[in-house]
C-alpha cells in the first residue's frame, strides 16, 4: 500500500510566510526575501513528509495566497482591469499582479478592485473566485507549478507529485461575470490547456499528478456531469505516460459513484471520515485497474485517528481488490489543521494526548499502514487512548446536559413579531434614514498586540493592561463621535480573536500556543478546541460594553459571537452530534445578552458568519442542519424584550437558497457582504420581500483600498431600488480589525458621508 498526502499547512511552523507576505506588501522586503522564506517553507515541508514515510509527497499546494487564484494565474484567467498592473511605467512583476488580483490595487494612478472571495465548501478557508466572460480565452500564463515541481524533484525524486485543481471544479468554483452563457461550457476551451500543463509536467519527470475534484461530492447537473466525461477523456488521450489520481473530499460520491469510478485515471481518492459509508458502493462499482486512496485520516479535525476504526476500512478494501490496489491517505488536505501538536506545551496532558495536528496525522498514516501489515503494538496503544477519551471525567458535566434537554420552543423565540418590535426601537433609538455602523472591530494595532504579549508574560500587570485598553477604547469612542456614527462599537481592542475571545471564557474549550490555521491570504486563525461539554461561568463580554457606553451618549453595541460560528471555526469534539455542542453553546450565549441588555446595552450584535458555510454539501441533508443551526441562533438571541435590538452579521454567502432560514432568524437587523458583488446579493432578500433591516456592506474591507463617497452613494441607491429605505443600514462589509488605520478612518469618513448625501436624495416615509 502506497501512503499518500493530498496537500500541506503552507504558513510554516511560525507562520513565517504570512510575516513574509505582509513585509513585502508594505515594502520592507523584495520578492528575492519573500521567495526564500516561501523555498525554504516548502523544502521543510517535503522532507518532513518524507521523513514521515509518505510515498506521494505533494507539491504546488504551496501558496502565497489563495491555490485557487495559483490556477487561474496558471491558465491565464485574469480579468482584464488587471491588464494595466503590468504595464510598462508600473515596474511591477508577476507576483504583484497575482498579490492585485487578491487584495486590490491603489497605486500608479490605478484604482482596481479585488476579485471576489468566498468559502471553500463548508471550511474556514477562503478563496479567491475565477471570472468568467463569454469570449474567455485560457493559456498558460505562469509557470510556478513547473518551477515547484522541479523544485520538489530535488528534495523528494520520484515522490513529487503535482497537484493542480481539476478542470471541471476550478470551472465550477468560478462565477460569470455576464449573461448569456454558462462557465461549464467553457471546458472545451479549458481542458487544452491542461492537457499541456500534465505533458510538460511529465517531461519534467512527473510520474503522478493529483487533479482535485472536490465538486465531484456534489449535487451535479447533467451538463457538469458531461463535462467531467469529456475532460478526463479528452486529457486521457493525450496524456499518455503519467498516471494520474483525482482527488475527492468532504462529502461522499453518492449518485456520482459511478461516474466517478469510471474516469479514465489511476487511482480515486475519496473521503472516508466524512463519508465512510460509501466506501462499499465504491467497492462494488470499482473497476479492476483502478487503485483507491483511502481518507481515514482526519484533515480537518485535531482528534488523533482511531485505528480500530480506520482498519476495519482499510482492510476491507484490501480484502476486496488487493493491497496493490489500496493507498493510505488523510480525508483531504493537510491545510485545515495546525502545523505540530509537539509545539503545544501547555495543554492538559490528558486531552493532548487525545490530539493530532498535521505532523502527527502524517504518521498516523505511516502507523495505519504498519498496523494493516501486523504492528499490533501501535493498535493496541491507540486503543488505550481512544477507551481513556471515552471515560474521561473532563468531558462530561450532567447540569450542562440537563440544560439542554430542557429546551422548549418558547425560548426560540421573541416576545413580540418584528413589526411590533421595530415600531419599539424606532421609538428607542430615533435613529435617522441610512443610520451608520461599523460590524465591531478596529484595527488591531502593533501597540495592541504587543500589550496582550507582554500581559502574557506578565511583563505588565492586568489592572495596567485593562488601563492601556481602556484609552485605545476611548480614542475609539471620540473619534466615532467625530466623523458622526449613529450607532458606536467599542473596537475590541481587548479581543485576540472573535471566536478564541469567547472560547477562552467558556468551561470546554482549550486554546493552542501554535495551532494556527490559514484563513484567507495571509490572515491565520487559531480556532479553539471544543473538548467537552459547555458553560459559562460569568460574564464575558460585559464589563467592556458597559464601559464603553459610560464614555458616550450615543448608542454602543454588544458584540458577540453567534453559536453556530463559534462551533464552525472550532475544532469540535467528535464525541457526540454538532447540534448539542450548538446547543450547549447557544445557552451560554444568551446568558451573556440578557447580561448585556441588564446592564444598559440596548443594541447587541450576535455574529453568524458561518451559517452558510455548515451548510452540508448535499442540498437533501441542508433541512436537518438549517433547523437546528437557526433554532440554535434563535435561542441565543430571544431572551431579551422587545426595545433591544438584535444585530446579526454574515459574510461572503449566497442567501438565494436559504433566505427563507436567514429570514427564519428573525434578527431585527442584519449585516452583510454585498460591495464585491456590487449589491448583487441583495436580489435574494428583494425577491423574497425580507421583512427586517438589512445593512448591505458597502465597502470591502478584505482590500487596503479606500472607496469613494460616489462609489457607496452608487451602492445606496442600488439597495434602496431594491429594499425599503427605511430597514437600510450603512456599515462595511465585515470587522476591521485586519486593515490599518489610515485607511480605515478614511473609508469610514467616506461612508458616513456616503450616508448623508444618501439621506439627502432620500424622503423619509411617513409610516413604517
Known amino acids: 500500500m502506497l501512503k499518500n498526502n493530498l496537500g500541506y499547512p503552507r504558513m510554516g511552523s511560525h507562520r513565517q510566510l504570512k510575516k513574509a507576505c505582509e513585509q513585502y506588501w508594505s515594502g520592507k522586503i523584495d520578492q528575492k526575501e519573500l521567495n526564500l522564506v516561501a523555498r525554504k517553507i516548502r523544502e521543510e515541508n517535503w522532507q518532513l513528509q518524507l521523513n514521515s514515510g509518505i510515498d506521494l509527497v505533494p507539491s504546488n499546494d504551496f501558496s502565497y495566497y489563495d491555490q485557487v487564484l495559483d490556477m487561474s494565474l496558471l491558465l491565464g484567467a485574469i480579468p482584464t482591469r488587471y491588464t494595466p498592473v503590468l504595464s510598462s511605467v508600473s515596474n511591477n512583476n508577476e507576483l504583484d499582479l497575482y498579490f492585485a488580483m487578491a487584495r486590490g490595487y491603489q497605486k500608479d494612478g490605478l484604482d482596481i478592485t479585488a476579485m471576489e472571495m468566498t468559502k471553500w465548501f463548508d471550511t474556514n478557508y477562503h478563496y479567491i473566485v475565477p471570472e468568467f466572460t463569454a469570449d474567455q480565452q485560457f493559456k498558460v500564463f505562469s509557470e510556478k507549478i513547473y518551477a515547484e515541481y522541479n523544485h520538489a524533484r530535488q528534495i523528494a525524486g520520484k515522490a513529487a507529485k503535482p497537484v493542480l485543481l481539476g478542470p471541471v471544479s476550478y470551472l465550477l468554483a468560478g462565477k460569470e461575470k455576464e449573461s448569456g452563457f454558462e462557465k461549464i461550457d467553457l471546458i472545451k476551451k479549458l481542458v487544452p490547456v491542461y492537457v499541456e500543463v500534465i505533458n510538460q509536467l511529465k517531461s519534467y519527470g512527473a510520474t503522478w499528478i493529483q487533479l482535485d475534484e472536490p465538486f465531484l461530492s456534489l449535487d451535479l447537473s447533467k451538463k457538469e456531469k458531461e463535462a467531467y466525461v469529456y475532460a478526463y477523456q479528452e486529457i486521457a488521450k493525450q496524456c499518455n505516460g503519467v498516471k494520474l489520481l483525482v482527488a475527492t473530499y468532504f462529502e461522499g460520491l453518492l449518485d456520482n459513484t459511478q461516474l466517478a469510478v469510471n474516469l479514465p485515471v489511476d487511482a480515486l481518492h475519496i473521503d472516508l471520515v466524512r463519508a465512510p459509508q460509501q466506501l462499499e458502493e465504491v467497492l462494488a462499482l470499482v473497476p479492476d485497474n483502478l487503485i483507491l486512496s483511502l481518507g481515514v485520516v482526519d484533515g480537518r479535525n485535531v482528534w488523533k485517528n482511531n485505528y480500530t476504526q480506520s482498519l476495519v476500512l482499510i482492510n476491507r478494501a484490501v480484502e476486496a481488490i488487493g493491497a496493490d490496489r489500496v493507498m493510505v491517505a488523510p480525508s483531504c488536505s493537510l491545510l485545515h489543521t495546525p502545523f505540530d501538536l509537539d509545539q503545544e506545551t501547555e495543554i492538559h496532558p490528558e486531552i493532548k494526548n487525545w490530539m493530532a495536528f498535521a505532523k502527527q496525522k502524517l504518521h498516523e498514516v505511516q502507523e495505519l499502514h504498519q498496523i494493516a501489515n501486523g504492528n499490533t503494538e501501535l493498535l493496541t496503544a491507540n486503543q488505550q487512548t481512544i477507551a481513556a477519551r471515552q471515560k474521561s471525567t473532563l468531558i462530561h458535566k450532567t447540569i450542562v446536559k440537563d440544560r439542554v434537554a430542557a429546551i422548549t420552543d418558547s425560548d426560540a423565540e421573541r416576545k413580540s413579531a418584528f413589526p411590533v418590535r421595530q415600531q419599539l426601537q424606532q421609538q428607542r433609538f430615533k435613529l435617522p434614514l441610512f443610520p451608520t455602523t461599523t460590524i465591531g472591530s478596529f484595527p488591531q494595532t502593533d501597540d495592541i498586540r504587543q500589550l496582550r504579549a507582554k500581559l502574557k508574560k506578565q511583563e505588565i500587570t492586568a489592572e495596567q493592561y485593562d488601563a492601556a485598553i481602556e484609552q485605545a477604547t476611548i480614542a475609539a469612542i471620540r473619534w466615532q463621535e467625530e466623523i458622526g456614527l449613529d450607532v458606536l462599537v467599542h473596537g475590541e481592542f481587548e479581543r485576540n480573536d472573535m471566536v478564541e475571545y469567547f472560547g477562552e471564557r467558556l468551561d470546554g474549550f482549550l486554546f493552542t500556543k501554535n495551532g494556527w490555521v490559514q484563513s484567507y491570504g495571509s490572515r ?245
Not at 453567534?562 to 454538532?578: A, E, K
Not at 488605520?741 to 439627502?760: C, F, G, I, S, Y
Open 524 to 768: 491565520c486563525v487559531k480556532p479553539p478546541v471544543i473538548y467537552g461539554d459547555v458553560s459559562r461561568p460569568e460574564d464575558m463580554t460585559v464589563r467592556w460594553s458597559s464601559f464603553a457606553q459610560q464614555q458616550t451618549d450615543r448608542l454602543m453595541k454588544g458584540m458577540l459571537t453567534g453559536p453556530i460560528t463559534i462551533l464552525q471555526w472550532s475544532f469540535v469534539r467528535d464525541d457526540q452530534p454538532r447540534s448539542v455542542t450548538t446547543n450547549q453553546i447557544a445557552l451560554a450565549i444568551r446568558d451573556e445578552v440578557v447580561a448585556l441588555e441588564k446592564a444598559g446595552i440596548g443594541v447587541i450584535q450576535i455574529d453568524e458568519p458561518a451559517v452558510r458555510e455548515g451548510l452540508p454539501l448535499r442540498k437533501a441533508d441542508w433541512p436537518a442542519y438549517l433547523d437546528w443551526a437557526i433554532r440554535a441562533f434563535r435561542i441565543s438571541a430571544s431572551g431579551v424584550q422587545d426595545e433591544t435590538q438584535i444585530h446579526t452579521h454574515m459574510c461572503y454567502s449566497e442567501f438565494n437558497d436559504i433566505i427563507t432560514n436567514i429570514a427564519a432568524m428573525d434578527a431585527d437587523v442584519i449585516t452583510i457582504e454585498t460591495s464585491r458583488s456590487q449589491m448583487e446579493l441583495l436580489n435574494a432578500f428583494s425577491n423574497f420581500e425580507y421583512p427586517n433591516e438589512i445593512g448591505p456592506g458597502v465597502y470591502d474591507i478584505h482590500s487596503p483600498r479606500v472607496p469613494t463617497i460616489d462609489e457607496m452613494v452608487s451602492l445606496l441607491e442600488k439597495a434602496a431600488k431594491l429594499l425599503p429605505v427605511q430597514n437600510l443600514w450603512v456599515n462595511p462589509d465585515c470587522g476591521l480589525k485586519t486593515r490599518k488605520w489610515p485607511e480605515t478612518q478614511q473609508a469610514l469618513k467616506n461612508m458616513v458621508d456616503a450616508a448623508k448625501q444618501a439621506r439627502e436624495k432620500t424622503t423619509q416615509p411617513e409610516t413604517v
